[in-house]
């Protein structure tokens, strides 16, 4: 998951188709409704049964991390895997391991906790948002000698895929990141100034989008594109603006509608290679 990269960076820094071809004679019920029926309550349960897998596989990630086992906690992780921090900046798996694992040094005692909002299935991938809970207690790089409390609160959405071997984590975008530390909330400065919160609703704008690139790329629904295409337009407005958060989810939504047009191309490439000739 990016988001234990983010936090704890922020650690550091601030602390068959069924088809019926017999015909029936005589019969007045209409058997092509069940075809279709049994379809999606198959269709129901494998979801169930993916969304249930990757639930248990987020806990085991969390035990992994908090027992500090890094080959258990990336063995959810594909070789390809990308985590997208909240500058944007883009790392690979080799990367987030390694800086995981410097970390690691300065941190005692901790808990990780992943309470998921959404699951949505799609195909051989699916969409996972939640928020990641950390706390426990840190070495202060400037005194090693002083050990401080921390707690941290990310909002993220992981993209993982299906693989032979099980649900594995290919892309993670961290959207915040907040510090829920008592120390800290007791000391921070308030804000001075006008209230008033900004109306342009950023995130409401990336899900809609991460949600609209998977069924405009994947299941081709061009409806669904051209929805995509304003989001894109109405960041793309903002950010002239110069809103610099605006030019930040803009920024996230190409590189995600990007990278999922290079996987899905990826996984038609793979599934035209594996069908039955």
């Known amino acids: 998951m990016q988001k234990l990269s983010s936090l704890l960076c922020a650690l550091c820094v601030s602390v068959s188709a069924i088809a019926w071809a017999v015909p029936i004679q005589a019969q007045t019920m209409d058997k092509s409704a069940f075809p279709k029926k049994a379809i999606a309550q198959n269709n129901q349960v494998s979801n169930q049964a993916d969304k249930q897998a990757i639930i248990r596989a987020y806990q085991a990630i969390d035990a992994a991390f908090e027992r500090k086992d890094l080959n258990q906690l990336y063995s959810y992780y594909a070789p390809e895997y990308s985590g997208i921090g909240l500058d944007g900046k883009i790392t690979n798996l080799q990367q987030q391991s390694q800086g995981i694992q410097k970390l690691f040094w300065n941190i005692g005692k901790i808990k990780a906790r992943d309470e998921i909002k959404q699951i949505q299935i799609n195909g051989q991938t699916a969409t996972v948002v939640g928020v990641g809970y950390i706390s426990g207690i840190a070495t202060d790089p400037k005194n090693p000698q002083v050990n401080k409390p921390f ?53 409401q704008a990336y899900s809609q989008a991460s949600t609209l690139v998977y069924s405009c790329h994947r299941d081709k629904r061009l409806d669904d594109c051209d929805k995509l295409n304003q989001i894109e337009s109405t960041l793309a407005n903002w950010c002239a603006q110069n809103d610099p958060q605006a030019c930040q989810i803009q920024e996230l939504v190409l590189i995600l509608d990007s990278r999922v047009q290079s996987l899905d191309s990826t996984l038609r490439t793979i599934e035209s290679t594996t069908a039955p000739r």
């Open 151 to 203: 707690s941290l609160e990310s909002t993220y959405q992981d993209i993982w895929k299906r693989t032979s071997s099980g649900w594995k984590l290919t892309i993670s975008h961290t959207f915040s990141l907040k510090n829920t530390s008592t120390e800290n909330a007791s000391t921070r400065p308030r804000q001075q100034g006008n209230p008033r919160r900004n109306s342009r609703t950023y995130e």
